[in-house]
C-alpha cells in the first residue's frame, strides 16, 4: 500500500514537472496570480514582485530580485516549488522566453497608455528609469566592466552597432570615445555601405554590438563578420538569452522596462556614457590631454553657440 502512494506521488510530480516545463509566461502569471491567496506572506511578496517587475527577472539575479523585494533568495527557491518547478531557473526560464520573444507588441502597449490616460505616467516612467539604472548597475560587474574595457583598450579600430532605437546609444558611444581615440567608427555610419565595412573587419579590431528585443535584422550579418573574422565582441543588451549575446566574448546587460508603449533604452545610454569613463581613465593622463586637444579644435571649428 505505502508503495502504491510512493509510486502515485512520484507520478503526480512527474507530471507537475512536465507541466511547468512547457509553461509559458502567460500560463505562468495565470497560475501565480490564482494561487496567491493561498501563499504564506512571504512567497505572495515574491509572487507579487515576480509580477510586477517581469523583466527584471530576466536579467538580474535571484540575488538582486530578493534584495528588492525584500525577501530571502531561499524565498523565490521555496516559491519554484511550490508552483511545481524543480528549481528557481526552471521557474525563471518563461520570463526569459518572454523578454527573448519580444511579447507585447508596440501597437498593443500603446492602444493600453491610450485607454489607461496620462494621469501620472510621467512620474512613473521617470521611476522606472531609476529602477532600470539600478538594475544595470546591480547586473555589470566589475569583472565584466574590466573584460569589456580590456578587449577595447587593446584593438586598433572599435566597431560600433546599433540600429533603430538603438542608434541613439550606439551613436553616443562613438561620440564620447572619439573625445579621446580616433579609432571608433559607427557601422553604416555613411548610410550603406556597412557591407563593406563588415568585409574590412580585422583581427585586431573589436566589435561593440546594442539592441533589445526584438533584436534589428541588420545585426545578424555584423556578428556572422566579427565571427567569420575572429574580431571579439562587446555585447551590450537586454538579455544573456539574446542572439547577440551568445557569441559575445563579455555581455553587459539593461533593462528596457516602462510604462510607455516603447521600451526604454535610457540605460543602455548608461552603460555606454559609463563605459566611455571608464575607458577614459583607465587610459590616464595622455587620453585626458587628446579631450583637451579635441575639445580646442571643436572651439576653433565654431561647433558651440556663445554664451
Not at 47 to 70: C, N, T
Not at 123 to 147: F, Q, Y
Request: glycine letters at 6%.
Amino acid at each position: 500500500m505505502h508503495a502504491t502512494i510512493v509510486a502515485l506521488y512520484q507520478s503526480r510530480e512527474m507530471l507537475v514537472t512536465m507541466y511547468t516545463r512547457e509553461m509559458g509566461f502567460d500560463a505562468l502569471l495565470a497560475r501565480i496570480l490564482t494561487e496567491l491567496p493561498e501563499l504564506s506572506s512571504e512567497l505572495r511578496k515574491a509572487a507579487r514582485f515576480l509580477v510586477d517587475h517581469p523583466d527584471e527577472v530576466a536579467l538580474v539575479s535571484m540575488r538582486v530580485l530578493a534584495a528588492r523585494s525584500e525577501v530571502t533568495p531561499t524565498t523565490f527557491v521555496r516559491l519554484a516549488r511550490r508552483l511545481g518547478f524543480g528549481d528557481w531557473a526552471a521557474l525563471r526560464k518563461p520570463f526569459e522566453d518572454r523578454l527573448r520573444s519580444g511579447k507585447a507588441p508596440f501597437a498593443a502597449r500603446a492602444d493600453a497608455l491610450v485607454k489607461r490616460g496620462s494621469e501620472a505616467i510621467f512620474a512613473e516612467s521617470l521611476r522606472t528609469t531609476v529602477a532600470n539604472l539600478a538594475a544595470a548597475e546591480a547586473a555589470n560587474g566589475s569583472e565584466e566592466i574590466a573584460t569589456a574595457c580590456a578587449i577595447l583598450e587593446k584593438a586598433q579600430r572599435i566597431r560600433v552597432a546599433g540600429f533603430r532605437s538603438c542608434r541613439a546609444p550606439a551613436h553616443a558611444l562613438v561620440y564620447l570615445c572619439r573625445m579621446f581615440r580616433r579609432d571608433v567608427t559607427l557601422l553604416g555610419g555613411d548610410g550603406g555601405a556597412m557591407e563593406a565595412e563588415l568585409a574590412a573587419l580585422g583581427k585586431r579590431e573589436a566589435v561593440v554590438a546594442i539592441g533589445f528585443s526584438p533584436y534589428s535584422r541588420e545585426l545578424g550579418p555584423v556578428m556572422e563578420a566579427a565571427q567569420r573574422h575572429s574580431v571579439p565582441i562587446v555585447a551590450i543588451v537586454d538579455s544573456m538569452a539574446a542572439p547577440i549575446a551568445r557569441h559575445a566574448d563579455v555581455t553587459l546587460r539593461f533593462s528596457t522596462d516602462s510604462p510607455s508603449f516603447f521600451p526604454s533604452v535610457a540605460a543602455a545610454m548608461a552603460i555606454v556614457e559609463a563605459l566611455a569613463a571608464t575607458m577614459l581613465a583607465r587610459s590616464g593622463p595622455a587620453a585626458a590631454a587628446r579631450v583637451r586637444e579635441t575639445e580646442l579644435e571643436l572651439q576653433a571649428f565654431g561647433a558651440y553657440l556663445p554664451e
